[in-house]
């Protein structure tokens, strides 16, 4: 973690707090995960800060952030590996860092550096966390082994790290958690692999109780099968909310006018700008359909808009 | 899990455009309404069949269907695959097109009582003069 968390973000547009369920548990309709003013700070640095932001049952999140943005920082807040700094993490409504056996049962978690045992073969560390969950869905397992060519027989100390993955992978979903964590899970497998993974991620989150959250930094693959984005930058949420409305709100634009632009232009929510004489290029968030035509006749420009993918979008965010 | 073979590919996504995914799907909806490659009735692949053919998320899926269906351009069948709608179906386009002539309709219908001409008989030219149009 290097970064310290003082740059601003764009705000992040966080989705709105539904109330509690009728019947008082998480799976109809209240958040998931509930983070409110969560900061970091770990020996004077400060890792996250300012992060409220919920997870609504059904969706497949993808965190999204560079290296020593603070990902899996976030992720160790919101399963409650440490306590934040400041603020508050909820999971299914219970503080995270005291979460009851019960709560736990309800997650699984594919940690970046997985935590399987050397010695034993995949078989046998199967076994292992089955006889762990009474609830443990074989005929699930059974079926991933052959679809994604999991190795059982060997040591897993020599196993490659895509076998490995897939593994760990596995281990986390034979108890059919209802909330699913995966710290980078894609990063070692072949595109095969990673495109059966993704099915397997929207088969999970078909029901409409059952949540995923990954972080990546591959973005093609969030851009498939994630609802919702949050772009974490410098301990911070640049953005929280659904992929579609992101891709709808930041535009480049490019406006030709008749004489030069002036310095300043009095315009909501430029990310950046570029200027070449008569023509400058801005790339804007909260943009609408409208401000074409609004932009067109304030500056008598003329003015083209182009839309931008996640790559684009995350590298602009982070100009 | 056996769902028979998969739907043909109709629509081409691309997740990584800067369009939406589910804006790609209704234009190409759109498009192929507009060319006669999907006519009214024909079926439209489900939410969960055209997610999990593309591998995309079925939300943005859903999404565009949703929309497509206020527009009156698709229906929602109980029970059975969403079809493009009849053409008639699209209510709202009708009524906008049938405003546009409404001033020459109330003169005629103002020329048709001078000359004591019952609706039906004035009904009975205009589709015998629509018809030597087409």
């Given at each position: 973690?290097?970064?310290?968390?003082?740059?601003?973000?764009?705000?992040?547009?966080?989705?709105?707090?539904?109330?509690?369920?009728?019947?008082?548990?998480?799976?109809?309709?209240?958040?998931?995960?509930?983070?409110?003013?969560?900061?970091?700070?770990?020996?004077?640095?400060?890792?996250?800060?300012?992060?409220?932001?919920?997870?609504?049952?059904?969706?497949?999140v993808g965190l999204l952030g560079?290296n020593?943005a603070g990902k899996t920082s976030l992720i160790d807040?919101m399963?409650?590996?440490?306590?934040?700094?400041?603020?508050?993490?909820?999971?299914?409504?219970?503080?995270?860092?005291?979460?009851?056996?019960?709560?736990?049962?309800?997650?699984?978690?594919v940690p970046q550096?997985?935590?399987?045992?050397?010695?034993?073969?995949?078989?046998?560390?199967?076994?292992?966390?089955?006889?762990?969950?009474?609830?443990?869905?074989?005929?699930?397992?059974?079926?991933?082994?052959?679809?994604?060519?999991?190795?059982?027989?060997?040591?897993?100390?020599?196993?490659?790290?895509?076998?490995?993955?897939?593994?760990?992978?596995?281990?986390?979903?034979?108890?059919?958690?209802?909330?699913?964590v995966l710290d980078e899970p894609a990063s070692?497998?072949?595109?095969?692999?990673?495109?059966?993974?993704?099915?397997?991620?929207?088969?999970?989150?078909?029901?409409?109780?059952?949540?995923v959250l990954f972080s990546t930094h591959i973005?093609?693959d969030l851009?498939?099968?994630a609802?919702?984005v949050w772009i974490i930058?410098?301990?911070?949420?640049?953005?929280?909310?659904?992929?579609?409305?992101?891709?709808?709100?930041?535009?480049?634009?490019?406006?030709?006018?008749?004489?030069?632009?002036?310095?300043?232009?009095?315009?909501?929510?430029?990310?950046?700008?570029?200027?070449?004489?008569?023509?400058?290029?801005?790339?804007?968030?909260?943009?609408?359909?409208?401000?074409?035509?609004?932009?067109?006749?304030?500056?008598?420009?003329?003015?083209?808009?182009?839309?931008?993918?996640?790559?684009?979008?995350?590298?602009?965010?982070?100009? | 899990?056996?769902?028979?073979?998969?739907?043909?590919?109709?629509?081409?996504?691309?997740?990584?455009?800067?369009?939406?995914?589910?804006?790609?799907?209704?234009?190409?909806?759109?498009?192929?309404?507009?060319?006669?490659?999907?006519?009214?009735?024909?079926?439209?692949?489900?939410?969960?069949?055209?997610?999990?053919?593309?591998?995309?998320?079925?939300?943005?899926?859903?999404?565009?269907?949703?929309?497509?269906?206020?527009?009156?351009?698709?229906?929602?069948?109980?029970?059975?695959?969403?079809?493009?709608?009849?053409?008639?179906?699209?209510?709202?386009?009708?009524?906008?097109?049938?405003?546009?002539?409404?001033?020459?309709?109330?003169?005629?219908?103002?020329?048709?009582?001078?000359?004591?001409?019952?609706?039906?008989?004035?009904?009975?030219?205009?589709?015998?003069?629509?018809?030597?149009?087409?």
């Amino acid at each position: 973690m290097m970064d310290s968390g003082n740059a601003g973000g764009a705000p992040a547009n966080n989705p709105s707090v539904k109330g509690p369920s009728v019947d008082g548990s998480a799976a109809n309709g209240s958040p998931v995960i509930s983070l409110r003013d969560v900061g970091k700070v770990i020996g004077g640095k400060t890792i996250l800060s300012d992060i409220s932001v919920d997870i609504e049952p059904g969706s497949i999140v993808g965190l999204l952030g560079k290296n020593g943005a603070g990902k899996t920082s976030l992720i160790d807040v919101m399963l409650g590996f440490s306590p934040p700094s400041s603020g508050s993490s909820r999971v299914f409504g219970e503080n995270s860092f005291e979460l009851p056996a019960a709560a736990k049962r309800r997650i699984g978690f594919v940690p970046q550096q997985d935590e399987l045992l050397d010695s034993l073969t995949g078989a046998q560390q199967l076994a292992l966390n089955a006889a762990l969950h009474p609830a443990w869905d074989q005929a699930l397992i059974a079926r991933l082994i052959g679809e994604w060519e999991v190795p059982l027989d060997r040591r897993i100390q020599v196993l490659s790290g895509g076998e490995r993955q897939k593994l760990a992978t596995l281990l986390a979903l034979g108890h059919e958690p209802d909330l699913l964590v995966l710290d980078e899970p894609a990063s070692s497998l072949d595109p095969v692999a990673r495109r059966q993974f993704l099915r397997e991620l929207l088969d999970i989150a078909e029901s409409p109780t059952r949540t995923v959250l990954f972080s990546t930094h591959i973005v093609s693959d969030l851009e498939r099968v994630a609802s919702k984005v949050w772009i974490i930058r410098d301990g911070r949420l640049a953005w929280a909310g659904d992929l579609d409305t992101l891709k709808e709100s930041v535009v480049r634009v490019t406006l030709l006018a008749r004489d030069a632009w002036p310095s300043q232009l009095d315009i909501d929510g430029v990310i950046s700008r570029r200027d070449e004489g008569r023509r400058v290029q801005l790339v804007l968030t909260g943009w609408r359909e409208e401000r074409q035509r609004e932009m067109a006749e304030r500056w008598g420009a003329e003015v083209s808009v182009e839309r931008l993918g996640l790559e684009e979008i995350f590298l602009e965010l982070h100009s | 899990m056996d769902r028979g073979p998969p739907p043909p590919r109709i629509f081409i996504l691309e997740p990584a455009s800067g369009v939406p995914i589910y804006r790609q799907l209704m234009d190409q909806v759109r498009r192929l309404v507009a060319s006669g490659h999907l006519a009214p009735g024909a079926e439209l692949p489900s939410v969960r069949e055209v997610a999990s053919e593309y591998t995309v998320n079925p939300t943005t899926i859903s999404k565009a269907y949703g929309l497509l269906e206020l527009e009156g351009l698709v229906q929602r069948n109980r029970g059975k695959p969403m079809t493009i709608a009849p053409l008639r179906r699209n209510q709202q386009a009708l009524a906008q097109r049938l405003r546009q002539v409404e001033a020459q309709v109330d003169s005629l219908v103002l020329a048709a009582r001078q000359l004591d001409l019952e609706a039906a008989e004035l009904i009975a030219l205009i589709e015998q003069k629509m018809q030597e149009e087409t």
